[in-house]
């Protein structure tokens, strides 16, 4: 069993900046991708980032050239830089770790964390 726990969030005004953690513990084994997703009231949740165990990333459309991913794999944590906030950031942001294993992949998800931002 995984648990995964989100930190950071918050209110900011249009324009600020938030770093989210994600603190992942229990069996996590090796070549475990990270992944940052967000839900808005009403709307499906959407792909964020991805960081891979070593260190490769991908970003959704509303990240790209304002939030950078990165994770600290002695430390079990993803983090997610989020800067030039604008309101339709707004949404609860979660984390989610995929391992693979047979036979299938393991997915866990944390509860995730709110980020309000005022326009």
């Known amino acids: 069993q995984v648990q995964l726990v989100e930190s950071g969030g918050g209110s900011v005004a249009a324009g600020g900046s938030l770093k989210l953690s994600c603190a992942a513990s229990g069996r996590i084994f090796g070549n475990c991708g990270m992944a940052w997703y967000r839900q808005a009231p009403g709307k499906e949740r959407e792909f964020v980032s991805i960081v891979s165990y070593s260190g490769s990333t991908g970003y959704g459309d509303s990240a790209m050239g304002r939030f950078t991913t990165t994770r600290d794999n002695a430390k079990n944590t993803l983090y997610l830089q989020m800067n030039s906030l604008k309101p339709e950031d707004t949404a609860m942001y979660y984390c989610?770790?995929?391992?693979?294993?047979?036979?299938?992949?393991?997915?866990?998800w944390g509860q995730g964390t709110q980020v309000t931002v005022s326009s």
């Open positions: 989610k770790i995929e391992c693979p294993s047979f036979p299938r992949a393991q997915i866990y």
